[in-house]
C-alpha cells in the first residue's frame, strides 16, 4: 500500500478526535479542495477512512484494520516503540509475543546474537526470528487469519499454555478513556488476556492512535502491565492513564 505524506498525515489527525470536513483539511495543508477529495478517495477505495457529505471520518467498523492497512499506518513510530522495548529485553528469558504489527516489529528489533526463548502466534515475527539464530522459536498453531497474518483459537491458547514467561510483549487494539485495554474480537481479547495472566511481566506496544480507539471486547485493566511502550506524540492524557494505574509510560 503506497500512501503521500499527505494521506498518512490526514490518517494520524482523524484519530486525533472527530470527523474533518473536505475544506479543513485543504486550508491545513494549502492545497485545493479538488486534491483533497482526490487524497480522500483513495483512502476510501483502501478501506482507511468513510468519506461522508461534505466530511471524512475513520471507518465505523468494529473490526480492525488488515495487517497489511495496520503495517502501514504509523510505521515509523511503531519501529521506534520495537527497538525501544527490545533493547530492554533480558537475556535468557523466555518471552510471549502476541500478534499484531508493532509487536512484529519488536521481533525485526531483537539483535540476533541475544539468546531468548520466544513462543508467539505472529508469523512475521516468526519469520523475523527465522533470521536470529540465538533465539529459539515456538510457533503456535491453529487457524490461519491471513489477512492479520496470525493463528487463533483454542490450539493457539493450548501452545501457550504450556510455558510460563518471563515477559509477555503484546500489541492492543484499543485503550478505553478508563484505561480498560480493549480488543475488536472476542478470541483476540481471550489471547491476550491469557498472555497477560501467565506471564511474571507484561509489556505493552501501543502508539498513540490506540488512545480513545472503540474497540468493543474487554481484555484487561491497565494495572495487569509492568510496563508500556509508546511514541513521543502521543496524547498526554495517556500519561495520566499509565500514572494513575502506576505502570510505567515510556516514551520513544
Known amino acids: 500500500m503506497n500512501l503521500s505524506d499527505r494521506q498518512r498525515a490526514i490518517l494520524d489527525w482523524l484519530r486525533d478526535g472527530q470527523p474533518l470536513g473536505t475544506e479543513q ?90 539468546p531468548l526463548r520466544v513462543v508467539t502466534n505472529n508469523l512475521d515475527a516468526a519469520l523475523a526470528l527465522a533470521e536470529k539464530p540465538a533465539v529459539e522459536t515456538w510457533l503456535a498453531g491453529g487457524r490461519l487469519r491471513p489477512q492479520d497474518r496470525d493463528t487463533m483459537g483454542s490450539w493457539a491458547l493450548e501452545a501457550f499454555a504450556r510455558f510460563r514467561p518471563h515477559v509477555a510483549v503484546v500489541g492492543i487494539g484499543g485503550i478505553a478513556a478508563d484505561g480498560a485495554l480493549m480488543e475488536f474480537q472476542p478470541d483476540e481479547a481471550d489471547l491476550t488476556r491469557g498472555l497477560l495472566e501467565r506471564s511474571a511481566e507484561a509489556w505493552l506496544l501501543a502508539d498513540g492512535s490506540k488512545h480513545l480507539r472503540d474497540a468493543p471486547c474487554l481484555v484487561a485493566p491497565l494495572t495487569r502491565l509492568a510496563r508500556a511502550f509508546t511514541d513521543a506524540d502521543a496524547p498526554a492524557a495517556l500519561d495520566i492513564l499509565f500514572d494513575q494505574a502506576g505502570v510505567p509510560l515510556h516514551r520513544c
Do not use: C, M, W
Open 25 to 114: 483539511i485543504a486550508v491545513r495543508f494549502g492545497v485545493s479542495s479538488q486534491t483533497i477529495r482526490r487524497d480522500v478517495q483513495e483512502l476510501n477505495d483502501q478501506g482507511l477512512v468513510r468519506r461522508q457529505h461534505g466530511s471524512v471520518a475513520l471507518p465505523a467498523s468494529q473490526h480492525n484494520l488488515s495487517f497489511a492497512q495496520r503495517s502501514d499506518a504509523q510505521a515509523e513510530r511503531k519501529r521506534r516503540i520495537a527497538r525501544a522495548a527490545a533493547a530492554s529485553l533480558p537475556e535468557d528469558a523466555t518471552v510471549f509475543l502476541g500478534y499484531g504489527t508493532t509487536v512484529a516489529e519488536f521481533a525485526r528489533a531483537l539483535p540476533p546474537e541475544r
